[in-house]
């Protein structure tokens, strides 16, 4: 599993291009962010997109590429920083040629300053990347058993994410068959808190054990097999449903349940 | 702890023999989404014999056995399978034989007692058995007669072995299906965090 990250300097939300969600697939992490909130990030991906488009690189946006771009130069693995800035002219085309010049670690950067973006390219370096040091994480699955037919839910549980990354109560409502109402009444929340942000902060520690729940995918067939599983009863479970108990305020123990099945715990 | 099981102070630790390699059967598509290979850890995490503040590892004595705990959550699924092993030196306490049992005054039924605090709360005897064992420093883990087997009407054993009790010469070390080690106790580095 990979991760990717598109970043831009301004301030408005934009569109993570097509180009990358149709070269990427589903066996990427993605996220979209700001570059001065890129910049603070932590967590640096294996491959990040600067887009800056025809914007002026001032010495702001000069300092917040250098800051990003630190952190991928400090971090251990494969990582690639595709900067685009088409038709960069005068002081901006000058200021990247001297990031890319004075670059501590200048296999780690793409630079594409002319014409229309080959993010193509990109991923092409970064996967010659990984194979060189053995990594396959961002190269295609190879089908080699019925486990293949599983792939779509690598990295997992992206569909129960928002675009910004954080778990979203409306796809877990529809994936586990019920209404924000229940989901609220089970995390002790009202209604409205849920429907208002449905991927706010203040839902994240309670909607983690029901993204641990929907990891039972990975050992079935799709969202209806899913539902069914969730509302059979289970002797392991005292005879019960996992549904049942997730009513009953217990599904930290159905997620540590869902754990053993995926590990082969002894039990 | 270990005042609650006094006799814990004089039964003798069972050697794990030479020739026993422990086992876990994981499904494969679950190790293509996961990394590090930390995840056969049970870590803040409830067992029958651990609470979720102990870090463990459970396996099974023998592949069969193993295979009983895979498919207890396998319901009739195509997967494909991958097996990890676990070497264990260390001495364990061997709740297979009887006068153990009898000296910590455990029932048969006690062993097989629903553990994952569902319809009961508060710790099971089990898991404050585990706690006593865990913190007694005379056991490295402990072996226990396996509920998966028993279901499908063979006797199978499985161990849990507690990082707490786990210090040197006593060691645990996994492998993968390739003989790769991916894993030791007491860490020789610290790659891997449990």
Redesign the interface.
């Known amino acids: 599993?990979a991760d990717f990250l598109y970043t831009y300097p301004d301030h408005r939300q934009r569109q993570t291009p097509a180009q990358a969600m149709d070269l990427l697939g589903e066996d990427w992490r993605m996220r979209n962010l700001n570059l001065e909130r890129a910049a603070t990030e932590t967590d640096v991906p294996n491959l990040t997109w600067v887009e800056l488009n025809e914007e002026k690189v001032d010495e702001e946006l000069y300092v917040s590429l250098s800051t990003l771009a630190e952190r991928v130069w400090q971090s251990e693995g494969v990582h690639l920083l595709y900067v685009t800035a088409y038709n960069a002219r005068g002081g901006s085309r000058d200021r990247l040629l001297k990031f890319l010049r004075t670059a501590k670690r200048p296999e780690r950067v793409e630079l594409d300053l002319v014409g229309a973006r080959d993010f193509a390219v990109a991923v092409a370096r970064l996967n010659a990347m990984m194979s060189a040091v053995g990594s396959s994480a961002a190269l295609p699955?190879c089908p080699t058993?019925?486990?293949a037919t599983?792939?779509h839910?690598?990295?997992?549980n992206a569909d129960l994410r928002s675009e910004r990354g954080t778990l979203d109560a409306k796809p877990i409502c529809k994936l586990f068959g019920i209404t924000q109402a229940d989901l609220a009444a089970w995390v002790g929340m009202k209604k409205s808190t849920i429907s208002k942000t449905s991927d706010g902060k203040k839902l994240q520690e309670v909607l983690q054990p029901y993204e641990g729940v929907a990891r039972m995918r990975?050992?079935?067939k799709d969202a209806d097999a899913f539902r069914a599983w969730l509302r059979t009863e289970e002797p392991?479970?005292?005879g019960?449903s996992p549904l049942h108990?997730i009513k009953?305020g217990?599904v930290r123990?159905i997620a540590?349940?869902v754990?053993?099945?995926?590990?082969?715990?002894?039990? | 702890m270990t005042a609650s099981f006094p006799a814990l102070t004089s039964i003798e630790g069972a050697p794990v023999p030479q020739e026993v390699y422990h086992c876990?059967?994981?499904?494969?598509?679950?190790l293509?989404?996961r990394?590090p290979m930390d995840?056969?850890y049970?870590s803040g995490?409830?067992?029958?014999y651990n609470l979720s503040s102990m870090p463990c590892i459970?396996?099974?004595e023998d592949q069969a056995?193993?295979g009983a705990?895979?498919e207890?959550?396998?319901k009739g699924?195509?997967?494909?399978l991958t097996t990890y092993w676990i070497k264990v030196t260390g001495d364990l306490l061997d709740l297979g034989d009887a006068k153990v049992l009898k000296a910590l005054q455990f029932t048969p039924e006690e062993l097989y007692a629903?553990?994952?605090?569902?319809?009961t709360q508060g710790p099971t005897k089990t898991q404050l058995l585990g706690q006593a064992v865990a913190e007694s420093g005379r056991f490295c883990g402990i072996r226990f007669p396996?509920?998966?087997a028993k279901q499908r009407g063979f006797s199978g054993y499985?161990v849990?072995i507690f990082r707490e009790g786990v210090k040197a010469p006593w060691s645990v070390v996994v492998s993968n299906d390739q003989g790769e080690e991916v894993s030791r106790w007491p860490e020789l580095q610290t790659f891997f965090q449990f």
């Not at chain 1, 839910?153 to 997992?156: F, I």
């Not at chain 2, 876990?24 to 679950?30: E, G, K, N, Q």
């Not at chain 2, 995490?45 to 029958?48: D, L, M």
């Open positions: 599993m699955a058993s019925p486990d599983n792939r839910l690598e990295p997992l990975l050992l079935l392991l479970l005292e019960k108990w009953q217990k123990e540590d349940y754990d053993d099945a995926l590990t082969g715990q002894p039990s | 876990r059967i994981v499904p494969t598509v679950v293509k989404s990394e995840f056969l049970t995490k409830a067992g029958r459970y396996g099974a056995t193993a705990e895979s207890r959550y396998r699924r195509t997967v494909s629903p553990w994952r605090g569902l319809s396996a509920d998966a499985n849990v």
